[in-house]
């Protein structure tokens, strides 16, 4: 057992940041290297945790002795750098969604499957407390449908999520998480009917509004709505699911799950659990992925889900997952 999972970080925006400070605290942990083609922000992130920066991933996996590397980059980056990680060999986090097309996510979860290597994807909501009780709250039982919604003003800004050849639209780039959500608590998605239009914001060559009907292969039926054109300040109405079982209607945010009615002895409030870095520098450190929920393999899944929606809204018919991962 390692006494220090010495990282390597490849991508060193504000999300990859997020994991550099959370891994700076994990006692186990030890990030030594930061990497992004912008020297600015690998020096930034390299003077979170006084690590080496550098602006060429192969230099920084050539020259360090690394345990594993975390990979946060804009989705149409995705690519280079898991490859260079799998050569080596190497067990790695990456950030959701994890490509943008079929053809590149199935490549690399082939090398990685081939190679039998760790990894995780970033889908930090399985791992939250309100997660565990609402799967344990519908185990064996009967769920009839789930409503979710994903509405924020993300679209507003970053100007590469704004466009389709790079952020694949919402529901590749951000609403994969609701989908992630509904896939982990209620199973496989087997069809997806999509519309799409802009609304709102003209300027861009993404839609702005998406409303999903989702049949799953257990037999729940969902829909979701998403829209990144209100308020940008305004993130209440991101990752909301709303489902029932029996007669009980759930409301379920990353925060808590409410039931009415009240069960007995139902607790949904917000507890602390380990974050997804401490499971999988943990997983790392022992050898033991039993832990890790959402593994590469898993994150492909999730990409099906959206990509089908895209493809469902342009074709004007619904589409199956399955096609898309055959």
Same mark, same amino acid.
């Given at each position: 057992m390692k006494d220090k999972v010495r990282i390597g970080c490849i991508g060193c925006g504000g999300n990859a940041r997020g994991h550099i400070n959370r891994l700076k605290?994990?006692?186990?942990?030890?990030?030594?290297?930061?990497c992004d083609i912008v020297r600015e922000l690998a020096e930034k992130a390299a003077e979170i945790c006084g690590s080496k920066p550098y602006t060429n991933l192969h230099e920084m996996l050539d020259k360090e002795e690394l345990d594993a590397v975390?990979?946060?980059?804009?989705?149409?980056?995705? %690519?280079?750098?898991?490859?260079?990680?799998? +050569?080596?060999?190497?067990?790695?986090? !990456? $950030?959701?969604?994890?490509?943008r097309t079929m053809e590149l996510a199935k490549k690399i979860e082939k090398a990685v499957n081939e190679k039998g290597i760790m990894t995780s994807v970033g889908y930090q909501l399985r791992y939250t407390n309100s997660a565990k009780v609402a799967k344990q709250l519908i185990e064996r039982k009967t769920v009839g449908m789930v409503v979710a919604k994903y509405?924020?003003?993300?679209?507003? %800004?970053?100007?590469?999520?704004?466009?389709? +050849?790079?952020?694949?639209?919402?529901? !590749? $780039?951000?609403?994969?998480?609701?989908?992630?959500?509904?896939r982990y608590l209620f199973g496989e998605i087997e069809e997806v009917y999509a519309l799409q239009a802009n609304r709102t914001l003209h300027d861009i060559d993404c839609p702005d509004v998406n409303?999903?009907?989702?049949?799953?292969?257990?037999?729940?039926?969902?829909?979701m709505s998403t829209t990144w054109a209100t308020d940008p300040n305004d993130w209440s109405d991101a990752n909301v699911?709303?489902?029932?079982f029996e007669h009980y209607k759930v409301h379920w945010t990353a925060q808590e799950v409410t039931v009415s009615p009240p069960i007995e002895g139902f607790d949904g409030t917000n507890k602390p659990t380990p974050s997804i870095d401490e499971v999988f520098v943990e997983a790392v450190k022992t050898g033991d992925a039993s832990r890790v929920l959402s593994p590469y393999s898993d994150g492909v899944k999730s990409l099906a889900v959206s990509l089908a929606a895209n493809e469902s809204a342009r074709r004007g018919e619904p589409v199956k997952v399955a096609s898309l991962l055959q």
């Open positions: 605290n994990i006692e186990s942990a030890e990030v030594v290297a930061t975390w990979i946060s980059i804009p989705v149409h980056c995705h %690519g280079e750098p898991e490859e260079a990680v799998i +050569e080596r060999g190497l067990p790695f986090f !990456v $950030e959701k969604p994890v490509a509405w924020c003003g993300s679209g507003r %800004g970053n100007r590469w999520t704004q466009q389709w +050849e790079k952020s694949g639209g919402q529901l !590749v $780039e951000q609403a994969t998480h609701t989908i992630d959500m509904m409303v999903l009907a989702l049949k799953f292969e257990n037999g729940v039926l969902g829909s699911l709303d489902f029932f």
